[in-house]
């Protein structure tokens, strides 16, 4: 049962594999709940490593957490085992908003195996939510933006072909301006990836506004929306886009529609409210607009 267990972890179905490897920790389980007694302990300890990689799968890391534990008292886990612990640990403080002490936890995988993707991947994204949900100076969230570039950097490096890595690292340029960087970045991800993704041209679009490339923002705004017709962003970029460009009767319909979308929004209702009523007098008088 426990190979079978074992086999469905492999194969990534790990409802199942939980289940028997569950069924097998409980039949080996000391009656008296001592680990000295004449079990066959180096079975039980790899019952609950297999465990502890089921539930770190499933994102269940407190449960992960607590069986690497109770395998490391049953024998002292390996280096690998002891690296997919402290990843665990990081990923559980990510998960319950304990930024530093995930940054802390990534460091440390990071200095176990340098030559691995994840734990600056993971170190960067405790950084870019920290800098973005915590209240700091301006001068700080710059600084904790470009150390988690770094990161991304590094994790690059390790994954060269990794595209999702490019495109928060497009993400982080765009956060520090550095737009030109950030489209560098996109324009890399949109060709590679095997499917249009909604995101990734929105991404790109908001660069574009910001350099003031309004007919290329909307281009890349325009295909968004026709792979996601429900994307809040997308229709309000487009929108004030094409109202700057004088194409009052997109930006028009665009605003129309975020309210449609979020009409629960008090303060999208109140910048949409002032646009339509900007583009319903430019559509009235277009010689005075």
Not at 125 to 151: E, F, G, N, Q, W
Not at 160 to 181: I, P, S, W
Request: glycine share 4%; hydrophobic share 40%.
């Amino acid at each position: 049962m426990f190979t079978e267990g074992v086999i469905f972890l492999m194969k990534r179905k790990t409802k199942t594999a939980l289940k028997l490897i569950c069924q097998v920790a409980d039949r080996l389980k000391p009656s008296d709940d001592s680990l000295t007694v004449a079990s066959p302990d180096y079975i039980y300890n790899l019952v609950f490593l297999y465990r502890a990689y089921g539930y770190f799968v499933g994102e269940e890391y407190e449960s992960s957490l607590k069986d690497y534990i109770k395998a490391n008292t049953i024998k002292k886990l390996n280096q690998s085992s002891l690296y997919n612990m402290v990843l665990c640990q990081g990923l559980k403080s990510l998960s319950n908003n304990e930024y530093e002490n995930a940054i802390s936890f990534f460091t440390k995988c990071s200095q176990k195996l340098p030559a691995n993707r994840d734990p600056y991947l993971l170190r960067a994204i405790a950084i870019v939510r920290y800098a973005s949900h915590k209240p700091i100076k301006p001068k700080t969230k710059t600084k904790m933006l470009k150390d988690a570039k770094r990161d991304l950097n590094k994790a690059l490096s390790n994954s060269a072909k990794d595209y999702n890595v490019l495109y928060l690292r497009g993400l982080v340029n765009f956060a520090l301006h550095f737009f030109y960087d950030a489209i560098s970045d996109l324009e890399t991800v949109i060709e590679k990836s095997e499917e249009a993704s909604a995101k990734h041209y929105l991404a790109r679009g908001r660069c574009y506004a910001c350099l003031s490339m309004f007919k290329e923002a909307i281009t890349d705004l325009s295909i968004a929306i026709n792979l996601n017709k429900d994307l809040l962003d997308a229709y309000l970029n487009r929108g004030k886009c094409a109202y700057l460009i004088g194409d009052t009767g997109l930006a028009f319909m665009d605003f129309q529609k975020l309210i449609v979308i979020e009409p629960v929004s008090e303060s999208l209702q109140v910048l949409t409210n002032f646009f339509i009523r900007k583009t319903q007098w430019c559509i009235s008088t277009p010689a005075t607009c």
